[in-house]
Structure formats: C-alpha cells, structure tokens
C-alpha cells in the first residue's frame, strides 16, 4: 500500500493527486491511500471536471483495494480555507503532518512507501519554521538518521539515468566548505548501498564529478579533488565500491560516460539535476535514499499557475508512483 501525499493545497499536487486515482493499469496494482483533508480532494477534483469518489477512513484504517475513480483518505484537517494559486502560510502546519502520518504509516508496517506532491518552502518557512529546507531534510529528522542523499531518475532511451547529490539545498558558496571526506564517503557509502537494496543492482557502477571545472586541472582550478574526492574515492574502492573519478562534469553527462553507470553522484545540486531534468522533465521522480522506508516524488514544483485549471501533467507523478512500486518489489526480493 503506498501512502499519497499531495503537499501544498494550493498547488497542483491535489488535482495531481486526483487524476492519478481516476486512472487505472499500474496505479490500481496497489492500494493507495491520500494523506489530506478530503474535501480538499472533492472540491479539487469537482473544479477540473473529475468523477472521483473520496472514501474517507478513520487515521490509519485499513484501506480498500484500488479502483479507478475511488481514493481512499487519512484525513488531516487544512487550517485555512484554501484558494488555487495563493498558498496561505496558515496551512503549512497542514503540509507538514501529511508528511508525518504517511512517514509514521511506513515506519509503523502500515504502508509499503510514501509518494509526495509538491510543496512550497518558502510559504512554510515564513509560517515560522525557519529551518526548513525541504521533504527530504524534513524526513530525515523526523526519521532520526544522520544522513540522507537526494537521487532523481529518468530513463535515457533504453537506460535509467540516475543522479544523486553528495549536498543539496545549499547555497553554492557553502559548498566547498560542507564537501568534508566523512560527509562524501558516508554519501557514497549509503548510495552503494541503497543502489543494491532498492533497486536490485548487486555491483554498481558509480561515476563521481569532480567540484571544480575540469575537476580541478590537477589543482590548478581548487583542491577539493585532491584534497577530499580522490582520497574518499580510493579508500571506498579499497573497500570493494565499483567507482570512477572524480571526473569534469561537462564531459561526464555524455552518452559515451554514462554508458554503464548505475549511477551519477555530483557535487551539489545544480551541477547534476538541470542535465537530468532537460533528458527528463516530468517523466523523473526523486528519490530520498538512506531513510527507513521508501520515499519518491515528482520533479517539478507547485506549478501555482496551473493550479485548477486541469492542465497540469500527471506525468512525473505516474513516474514516482511506478518507482516506488519498482522498489518496494526490488527490496521484497532481496
């Protein structure tokens, strides 16, 4: 069972949320469950022109087998009426326990994997929380576990193009200082790991950026390759880990270097994910690995715009639903 959560109500996440319910094939392999206020869904479903039931279920009751054009509901009450394309930092409490119930719902047996929407920060960032930065730092506390790698995926003609980050929301100025050798070897580590765990890959293969143009020329460009990434990288492949670099990022992100690899780690957020999202915009999901349990999203934002108007596309979420589910069987076999 795999646990929905449409993140920002003003967003396009509950209308997403919605159209997926009303669709049947791979969506209908696995109960699902929304984790929101249900005459959010209603209301939003009712505005773009969609016959959905919403079964409302009392928190964590069991919940039916899917059918197309019914979406059983955890209710979590909204805090304030809600306007498409106006978030209302009144509601970021909201935003903030859908994640908790679906993230409890995994860790507690009652849900195989969560599938969130997505949300703003900066409307939760200005309803007080201050220290938030986003789904995947946000579950990583509320799990309680030191360290988390945001992954996004797309397949890449026959092939899956998979990029994780060894930082992620930083600013770019940050990043040299927060790119230390424990923090890069317990990244590598835990994406080996979660590479054969999740997605059934028994040696992978991971090809590493280098920080710096060129990585580093040598260290005529910065140091950090010399200093951090090719230490980490030759003690981790001491240990057994498949890995190449590190490497110029402008040339790695070319058919003839990603041929093979299971996996990209760049050094902070958008020196992997713009070559990502131009192969796969709304056709990748993100992937939080290191968490116990099984968490996937879209790759796009709340798209505000589009909110109500029944436009937006379904597209990415289908992806990360469909990944979820890859990766709960992956990690059942094993």
Not at 112 to 136: D, L, N, W, Y
Not at 151 to 180: F, I, N, W, Y
């Amino acid at each position: 069972m795999i646990a929905l959560t449409p993140g920002e109500p003003a967003g396009v996440g509950p209308e997403l949320v919605a159209m997926l319910a009303c669709e049947g094939g791979q969506c209908t392999a696995v109960r699902r469950v929304a984790v929101t206020d249900p005459a959010l869904l209603r209301e939003r479903a009712r505005a773009i022109g969609l016959a959905l039931e919403v079964i409302e279920l009392a928190p964590g009751e069991p919940v039916p087998p899917a059918v197309a054009g019914q979406l059983p509901v955890w209710p979590v009450a909204l805090r304030a009426p809600v306007r498409e394309g106006v978030p209302d930092a009144a509601n970021a409490d909201h935003v903030l326990e859908t994640l908790t119930v679906a993230a409890r719902a995994c860790l507690e047996g009652q849900a195989a994997a969560m599938v969130t929407a997505p949300i703003h920060k900066g409307v939760i960032i200005e309803a007080g929380h201050a220290g938030f930065t986003g789904h995947t730092e946000f579950l990583r506390d509320l799990c309680g576990v030191d360290e988390v790698v945001m992954m996004l995926a797309t397949r890449l003609g026959e092939h899956a193009l998979r990029v994780a980050l060894a930082t992620t929301h930083l600013p770019l100025k940050e990043v040299s200082a927060a790119l230390t050798p424990a923090l890069l070897e317990r990244v590598v580590t835990l994406l080996d790991h979660d590479l054969r765990r999740h997605f059934g890959i028994e040696n992978p293969l991971v090809r590493v950026c280098g920080l710096n143009p060129h990585a580093g020329e040598a260290g005529h460009l910065g140091r950090e390759e010399l200093e951090v990434i090719t230490p980490v990288l030759d003690n981790l492949r001491s240990r057994g880990l498949r890995l190449e670099g590190p490497l110029p990022a402008d040339t790695l992100f070319t058919p003839r270097h990603l041929e093979g690899a299971d996996a990209i780690l760049a050094m902070y957020h958008d020196q992997g994910l713009p070559v990502l999202k131009h192969a796969g915009f709304g056709r990748a999901a993100n992937i939080t690995l290191g968490l116990p349990l099984i968490r996937t999203s879209v790759d796009h934002g709340t798209a505000l715009d589009l909110a109500g108007t029944g436009r937006a596309d379904p597209g990415s979420l289908h992806v990360a639903f469909d990944m979820a589910l890859d990766m709960v069987q992956a990690s059942t076999a094993r």
